[in-house]
């Protein structure tokens, strides 16, 4: 049959899927269905969400992949758990260290702005701690995509397209022919519905099931990173793999109208969400479309980020604390500068100082909210030859500023943008949700959150509902579907509105919520992209 995966002309709509064994939604349908198949084998929710993240790598390679950070929010045992597993900057590094080499800012692309992975960490300390099944069995949905190869989906498509042209328009050495070699086989990006697969991502999968991650981080795959990395001047070594471990760490939250909100701390931007819902709480908000509702949100998110941008960095090193920036106090004086018309934001002082997100449930009432990325796409466009890792650029988010809370140091976590949100009412879980994306993540935290609770929105709805970013200054853009009475409103109040093209950057978010007198799962997933809630 001809046509076009990309043309849909008529508006659809879908609806919340409900379940009660079990329920995996993600950015993938057949990531999705990988993490439902081992709820059926005697898994729980933990290791759903590892098969599920393991599969991603595979089958959304343009968003994430073994070389990348992860983060995860664990319900269980009647307690909410976080894993940080980002990885810091290599030992050997420094700002200095890069002037010699004749860097004014941290590059995109490249060995440079490589970090340490934690993906593969955290699906082994997630499955050691948690996990009912060996991760080798949880990580064999994967490694079979990755052998047989699967048909890829139109968005994934349009996101590796751009991808290839950006490294055809850098490539200029043999330092990112790997990824040509593996992700563009043919000499050109692979269309939607063709089949692509990858034996050398099997078989790295492979190890690691086998290894418990010691394979990546100690063993044959971290010799071949070092031996990569020192061939093009790379600062990335097998020292620096063989030291990481990724962090359990106490989830923040802040209490928004008679539920909290759950993040991971710093390194995390999900202090800013956190921050943004902290000022909004004081406003009353009656209706979703109303301008002001629009007007309040954006402020109090424009705030935020200003906050988060100039001291978000690894927790020890901030120069304020979190407990400082979601207090009331702060929160109320933060509130006090939105006035009536857009304001310019500049980060206050409190005294004393894309990714794939999935979310899954089961009957036993774990839940886990899931975040994992390579940053920019496909990363640094590095591909380890033969081995399928394709490496973050996480470092590109650093400052080359020694004054700035998220200077670049050795050893040391950066200002991180993914993050996997919780939410729970009186000390019992509602569910996990997320909207991935880069720095339109807290914003779709936020906005999600309100939807849900002020707004009494469905999980789907919540996460249909036209979205807004704040870019930067008083520019905001909008999807095609938002109001445009209520656009020329806000341009009123000085807003500049800008209309997206298209729904790509609004970050692709999931929910499920948990019914706490039947626990009744409904689901919702992202209408933006190739989304799927797969229920048991």
């Known amino acids: 049959m001809n046509y076009d995966p990309h043309y849909h002309p008529y508006p659809s709509s879908r609806v919340p899927v409900y379940a009660k064994k079990g329920m995996v ?124 190869g699967f048909p890829l989906a139109p968005t994934l498509t349009k996101q590796w397209k751009q991808a290839y042209d950006t490294f055809k328009r850098i490539h200029t050495s043999e330092e990112l022919e790997s990824w040509f070699q593996t992700f563009a086989p043919n000499g050109r990006a692979p269309k939607a519905g063709e089949m692509w697969s990858s034996i050398h991502h099997a078989r790295t999968l492979q190890l690691i099931g086998e290894t418990n991650a010691e394979a990546f981080y100690k063993g044959e795959l971290a010799d071949r ?21 990724p962090e359990w760490v106490n989830p923040i939250s802040a209490h928004y109208r008679g539920y909290d909100v759950w993040e991971i701390p710093p390194n995390g931007q999900g202090l800013i969400a956190l921050m943004a819902l902290n000022i909004v709480k004081g406003f009353e908000l009656q209706e979703k479309d109303a301008v002001d509702t ?31 920036l979601l207090s009331d106090t702060y929160a109320s004086y933060r509130r006090s500068l939105i006035k009536e018309h857009s304001l310019q934001p500049e980060a206050g002082e409190p005294v004393g100082s894309g990714t794939v997100y999935l979310a899954t ?9 899931f975040i994992q990325s390579n940053y920019m796409g496909f990363g640094s466009g590095i591909v380890v030859p033969e081995t399928g890792i394709a490496l ?33 009412k009186n000390n019992e879980p509602v569910g996990p949700f997320g909207v991935m994306g880069g720095f339109m993540q807290p914003q779709g935290h936020m ?6 609770i002020d707004f009494h929105l469905h999980p789907q709805a919540a996460l249909d509902a036209p979205r807004w970013q704040w870019k930067k200054d008083k520019t905001v853009l909008i999807e095609p579907a938002f109001p445009s009475h209520v656009a020329q409103a806000l341009e009123r109040k000085g807003h500049k509105i800008e209309v997206a093209v298209d729904s790509m950057a609004f970050g692709r978010g999931q929910i499920i919520w948990r019914d706490p007198e039947s626990g009744v799962l409904c689901g919702g997933s992202e209408s933006r992209t190739d989304g799927f809630v797969a229920g048991w």
């Open 25 to 148: 939604a993600t950015s993938q349908p057949l990531a999705a269905q990988a993490g439902l198949d081992i709820l059926k084998k005697g898994g729980n929710a933990i290791d759903a969400a590892i098969a599920t993240a393991a599969s991603l790598t595979v089958l959304e390679p343009a968003s994430n992949g073994i070389g990348g950070d992860a983060f995860a929010l664990v319900w269980t045992n009647d307690q909410l758990y976080g894993l940080n597993a980002s990885g810091p900057s290599p030992q050997s590094i420094s700002i200095d260290a890069l002037k010699e080499k004749g860097y004014r800012d941290i590059p995109k692309y490249g060995m440079i702005p490589v970090t340490v992975p934690g993906a593969p960490a955290a699906w082994a300390a997630l499955s050691k701690r948690f996990g009912k099944l060996p991760l080798s069995q949880v990580l064999q949905p994967a490694i079979q995509y990755a052998k047989e």
């Open 447 to 452: 906005q999600v959150v309100m939807n849900t």
């Open 392 to 424: 973050q650029n996480r470092g590109h988010n650093f400052s080359m500023d020694p004054d700035h809370d998220n200077c670049l140091a050795p050893n040391k976590k950066t200002f991180h943008t993914i993050i996997p949100g919780f939410l729970t």
């Open 225 to 245: 990173i070092d031996a990569f990395s020192k061939k093009h001047g790379g600062f990335l070594s097998k020292e620096d793999l063989a030291a990481y471990e």
């Open 294 to 324: 629009y007007h309040k949100q954006i402020e109090a998110i424009k705030l935020a980020f200003a906050d988060g941008e100039k001291y978000i960095t690894e927790e020890a090193k901030m120069s304020v604390s979190v407990s400082e």
């Open 361 to 369: 449930a089961d009957e036993e009432g774990n839940m886990v909210s």
